[in-house]
């Protein structure tokens, strides 16, 4: 199903008592076409969106069902940088993290069963926490000078994971 044709679909019509019950390859396509139909209505979160994807929304959701696929441990694929991609998005501001968290939270606990939607659910808040971490809390210089020093170690301890 094309994005276009998703953006339409009422998901109110779908049997609520059809869940996906695991993690797999399709229920991720699915979820994500549906949880970005989602957002594509959206007063808030509409707008940066289609601003930032100036209409290539397909392409973006073909990449994001390949990065919640490895993200999820279901398939590799997702070969992007996603910081870089959002450090281009000019509108994007911190206080839109909780819409699209609980945008996210909102699908999936409709399309999945209890267990599968609290790790889609979790993995979404780490990710996002760090996204938001890496975007609006520069490192102390401190931290800057050692992490130039020593390229090949870890940047620094991910909290909140």
């Known amino acids: 199903m094309r994005v276009s044709e998703i953006a339409a679909f009422i998901h109110d019509d779908r049997d609520a008592t059809m869940k996906y019950e695991s993690i797999t390859e399709e229920s991720v396509g699915a979820f994500v076409e549906f949880f970005y139909a989602k957002i594509r209505r959206d007063t808030a979160l509409a707008p940066i969106f289609n601003e930032a994807l100036s209409g290539r929304w397909d392409h973006h959701i073909a990449t994001m069902r390949d990065f919640w696929c490895s993200a999820l441990r279901v398939k590799r694929g997702y070969h992007g940088d996603m910081l870089a991609a959002h450090r281009k998005v000019r509108r994007l501001d911190r206080s839109l993290f909780p819409r699209w968290l609980a945008l996210f939270q909102e699908t999936a606990t409709e399309y999945f069963a209890s267990e599968p939607a609290r790790i889609l659910c979790d993995r979404a808040l780490r990710i996002a926490r760090n996204l938001e971490t890496a975007l609006f809390e520069p ?16 940047a620094r301890a991910q909290s909140g994971c």
């Open 139 to 154: 490192l102390p210089s401190s931290d800057r000078g050692h992490l130039r020093a020593n390229a090949t170690g870890p």
